[in-house]
């Protein structure tokens, strides 16, 4: 668009270099003296060098040239060019509005020069108070007709030679302030300067567009002009507000104010109010405003005493028709009391103030009802530059600039209207959006309630439930227990709490998973759940154990209930094979005052005694209360050396040599006192204990060797007692080995019982067999202890290369009383004899069980016959009298 309109200047100027080529010589013309009024809406653009540049001054030469003159410009003021014309000075006055004031005495040109922007009513059309955009025209004194002739026909053949000459002179000029920018001239800027302030008085009566705020300064849309004329131009607009044209008056007559702000266009109007009007600098849409009601057939027009927009009206309404009030406020007012039916006012106000919700009974449609071009007036006693200078500036801000910003400014303040406004604005979308509100409202509650619900569910569920069985948890079971007996409690004193342990779980997870424990203890709560017998079930927190509130009207029917359950639920279907889970139970009543947390404290220590079904006493407690007591003691017996190895010989029963001996432990315990080792080797087995005492055992019978061989005493085999959980303890052949390093293997045997061995499967028994062979690998001799003690296991001998078979006491004392069983027991000799084992019978006390022995064929013995275990020193010397 910039290049087309550059193009179209350098043709313009080609254009004229030829006319002035063409028309030789200059001299030989004569002289067309055109006086140009330098105000108004045509915006004549005056260079330093004195050069005009305008449609009308352009069109004008254009015409002259036609008519074979050579142009010349006189700008000057319209005053002066009336009188320039008048008295023959200057024969043209170019871009005159027919039949404003002062133009009587001129002869117009009919062709016009120049569009006058706005709206205004024009004598010569036909139809009278149209307004119309109005035409300028070239004017000469009325007596000049030949002059005016000569012009006319010169714009004839101007427009038959050149018809798009005009159009292209308005799309050059189009945006000329914006593409030259602002340039004042010397005249202007020396005004400028010693007059930093332009006094400017306002109609402040309509908000948004022009009102007082309560600090009586001048606030509203308008204010988008001056404070663009102070940023451009670098001077203060010092406005002063005044509430009606009167006051306005006033001012600009007092001289207090130089210009007003903004007038409808009306060149009439301003002549007589002694104003030369700026081009206009935008344009106000005014719209109707009417009662929500039809509007009557001859409607009463509110108006505000504004002259320009009474004008209008008048042109549509008869004039008793209109009636006047001092503010838009007052007519809108007098709209909603039915004073009036209708008034106009800007748009940008008819929004503010509907939707204020002030007039709820008042609606617009907001379309244009008309437009009004809107100017600034300056005061015809204030210099010429404040007029050419103000022109200049509106040209520099653009045609549309303010009108945009003005309609940005009144959608910004339509979106700051009040809540109530806007309801009455769009009373249908408020109500849906309120409905919409409150639904979201109350999803949002609802939803928070079920969330929260979920929430708490949630967490009572985690909080009651054990994360590894999915089972509720022992927490969730004393709370049962508790609400149940203080719903009934009368019932108290015939429940039980059972507490139903998995034995050997290890094992179990060991060979089948630990999912699969959890599975048979979850189908295992669920059937006991649904037992007659049964209140409630839980997991206790210890792996394999479940927990159960039953109701005991005797402990004989709840151990046969138990039992009953035990045979019926102790399998687990393992991937189709049903294996059988060993199980066993304690019980303890709640008897009250007992607290459901004690009582199953006390099932707790049944359980761990438990061989199959146990009932809690109070040598349990005791013997829980010393266990602990052990526990916190063990470590630092084993610092102080509080444990002692006893030695127990072992006999040949046919020499009655001794031919070796047995250490066993004993804890010399400064807070206990004595302890033999059935009372802690059971729970450091369980705790784990028992390996560190193992190896501190072991290592002291190594040294007894030792010394015994240093010492030169005599030294017999003597066997140690290792613990079942060596078997499966992680680094426990490395540990052996490093002692083996340090000491020697010579004489030292190892104990072992079947139940040390995990016999269940292939890879089990490859284990055992790969542990022996180990400790054989290290010189060690393994002796089976206890063997004929339990269901024996006769795989184990022929799988296992052992080297001793120690019978245990048990099968010696069973035979005393029955042949049948003297007969196993010599089989059992017998066997171990046939796998090369050396056979010892352990636990004799008498001399005939010594004969019955050596009749069932048994080599060597071990029992108080021969003697009991004891502590070293009395060892080495029983060494020294026997040996
Ligand atoms: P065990 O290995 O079967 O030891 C034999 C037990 O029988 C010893 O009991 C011994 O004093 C006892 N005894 C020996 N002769 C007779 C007798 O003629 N009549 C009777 N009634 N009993 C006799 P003790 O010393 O109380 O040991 C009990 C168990 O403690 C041992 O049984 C063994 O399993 C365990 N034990 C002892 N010392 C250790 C040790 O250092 N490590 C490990 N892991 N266990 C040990
Ligand atoms: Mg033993």
Redesign the pocket.
Known sequence: MKAHAIRNVFGIALLFAGLLFFASPADARPHLRVGVPMQGAAAIEQDAAGNLYSVPTDYAHAVANYAGYEVQFVPSTWDDCRTQLADGTIDVVAGVLPGTAGTEGMAFGRMPLGWQRGFFKDPQLPNEGNYRLHPLYYAVSSGNTALLAELDAAADRLMENRPGFYTMLEQVYADHGQRFGLHLSQREKDYLAPHPVIPVVVVAREQPFAYVDEDGTFQGTLRIFTDRIEQDLGVQVRVLPVPDFAAAEAELASGRAQVLLDNGWDLGWAQEHRLWFTAPFYVSNYTAVTRRESLPGSPIVAAVDNRTTARVLRSRYSDDQIRIYPTIVDCMKAVETREADITFVRQGTAQYQIFQGDFPDLVTDGTVAFSLEMASGVSMDAPMELLTILDKEIAYIGPEAISNAVARHDKASESSRSLSSIAYAYPQYVMLAVLTLFMLVVIFILNSITMRRTHVRDMVRLLDEDQATHMKNRAWFQRQVKAFIAARPQLAKDLAIVLIGVQRTDIFISTYGRDKLMEFLRQMAKALDDALWTECVATHGSVGEVIVLAHTEDMATLKKNLKEAFKQHEFANVGGIVVRVPLTAGIALIAPPLTPNEAIQRADFALHEAQDILVYDDAMLARAHLSSRIESLQEQALKREEFE??Y?PKYDIKTKKCVGA?????WRSEELGFL???KF?PL??RNGF?SQ??FY??EHVMRFQQDCRAKGLPVVPVS????RVHMQEQGYLAKMRDLVMKYSTDGIAL?L?ETAFDFTGAAQREHALAVIAALHGLGFRIDM??FGSGYSDLSLLSYLPLDTM?I??SLLLASEGSQRMRSVLQKVAELGHTLGMTVIC????TASQERLLIRCGCEYG????YG??MPRKDFEAFLRAHA
């Open positions: 190895v006893w127990q047995e250490a066993l432990v004993r033999p080792p059935g080797i450091f087995e028992i005492l193992d055992n072991l140690v007692n290792q613990s104990e019982t202890d206890d120690k245990d006491r352990e636990g004799i006390e071990q029992g108080y016959l009991k275990p």
